[in-house]
């Protein structure tokens, strides 16, 4: 690898102070009117990117980067003009000219780096949930977007559908009256109690670990332990349960309600371990009043794995408590909204029947992507400016679970803890010798 090669990461950053503006009108831009495109990742969710993105008429297809090369041959099928890369910096250093958007759906902890490195070139980004796995990460690419005034969109593709828009129009019409608390859940349980295995195995022919491993610290290669999954259990790599599941689960009550950023945040559910995400976690966070909202603030609480809420939030739904979803309890009625399920409405002696669907245009989330990206017009619906406030609460959640019981509370615009300063060391992660990011 180049001296340049291995600098690019650490002087990404800092590029995208000088890089020039990058026009949002790509038709005139793109020598044959489509979007030219590269993804970071090729297998997994990255695949399942690529494929609706490459839905839309005007999409190409230019490059791809994974770090596993078995994941090329499936790439090289279906996409033979695309170029493949097992290293992202590679690619960006010789496919810049060549692209406007990129995808970034890799392992969380690669979000920040691929995404800033990108976005200080000038590139579109659609970037995987949650946008970055640590709160300075996800406040710089979305100010970056922002100041450079290009286009995005978070991988949240639920708020597109029919089912979390009727849930946003449900509280935004005032059939529930005021919110005044929200519960959210998942029986996922990508969390684990026990401490890292003490042994090595043999890195896999075409895995190139060490580009794999990206900004986190150097370890062993353990079988089934990080790659291809299970990476989301581990802190170094992964956000757990809420981070995985949080921004799709949130996104219904957080747009409906106008939130921003919490003004505090507990845990009160297991503790997180040095290396690994607890399981069966209990959050708790409260967010100012906002027009939709009844109190001076309103309180959400999340639960994952086997934890559920008390009896008397069930008894509100009859006790459908869904595996994933949300209850949103107003001052006049309920909303239960499970994940990727039509929401009910319980209203005194008004039934579901009884309530009017509004009538929304059907939207895809990924051609939304593309087409503001080439028109220029307007936002994508899920843009970082929404997508990074949601991300951001997600991530408290997840920090807080290191310190549970204690309630911490949030200055969002310092980006930090006012009463503890070992919280507020994990608003940012240490970076590998070599891989350190320059903001």
């Not at 895809?364 to 406030?389: I, Q, T």
């Amino acid at each position: 690898m180049t001296q340049s090669r291995r600098n690019f990461l650490k002087t990404a950053g800092a590029a995208a102070l000088t890089a020039p503006f990058v026009t949002t009108n790509l038709r005139a831009a793109s020598p044959n009117g489509k979007l030219r495109h590269a993804s970071f990742g090729g297998n997994g969710m990255a695949w399942g990117d690529i494929n609706s993105l490459a839905g839309h008429s005007n999409f190409e297809l230019v490059a791809v980067a994974d770090v596993d090369s078995r994941n090329f041959a499936q790439v090289k099928a279906k996409f033979p003009a695309a170029r493949v890369y097992q290293d992202w910096r590679e690619l960006l250093n010789k496919e810049a000219d060549n692209i406007d958007s990129v995808n970034v759906s890799t392992p969380d902890h690669m979000h920040g780096p691929i995404g800033l490195a990108a976005t200080a070139l000038g590139k579109h980004i659609y970037g995987q949930k949650p946008l970055t796995q640590n709160l300075r990460e996800c406040r710089a690419i979305t100010e970056r977007v922002r100041e450079k005034k290009l286009m995005s969109q978070m991988g949240i593709q639920i708020s597109s559908e029919f089912t979390e828009r009727f849930a946003v129009e449900m509280v935004h019409t005032g059939v529930i009256g005021k919110v005044t608390a929200v519960h959210s859940m998942s029986n996922k349980t990508w969390g684990d109690p026990n401490p890292v295995p003490a042994r090595e195995d043999k890195v896999p022919d075409g895995l190139d670990w060490n580009l794999w491993l990206g900004v986190a610290k150097e370890r062993p290669f353990i079988e089934g332990y990080y790659h291809p999954g299970n990476w989301r259990k581990r802190r170094d790599f992964g956000t757990g349960t809420l981070g995985d599941m949080g921004c799709h689960i949130f996104s219904g009550w957080f747009r409906s309600l106008g939130l921003t950023s919490p003004v505090s945040v507990k845990s009160t559910g297991p503790q997180a371990g040095p290396d690994n995400w607890a399981v069966n976690g209990r959050v708790e966070y409260v967010f100012p009043k906002t027009e939709f909202t009844d109190g001076e603030t309103v309180p959400v609480t999340w639960y994952d794995g086997s934890s559920r809420p008390p009896k008397e939030i069930a008894d509100l739904v009859e006790g459908k408590v869904p595996g994933q979803g949300s209850i949103i309890i107003g001052t006049e009625g309920v909303v239960l909204a499970p994940h990727m399920e039509t929401p009910s409405l319980y209203r005194g002696g008004m039934k579901q029947k009884d309530y009017k669907y509004p009538k929304l245009e059907p939207r895809n989330h990924y051609h939304e992507f593309v087409d503001r990206c080439l028109d220029g017009e307007g936002k994508p619906s899920a843009n970082f400016d929404y997508a990074g406030p949601l991300t951001e609460s997600v991530l408290l959640g997840c920090l807080a679970s290191v310190f549970p019981n204690e309630e911490l509370k949030w200055d969002a615009g310092a980006m930090k803890f006012t009463n503890s300063e070992e919280a507020t060391k994990l608003v940012h992660r240490d970076y590998r010798q070599g891989w350190e990011i320059a903001f």
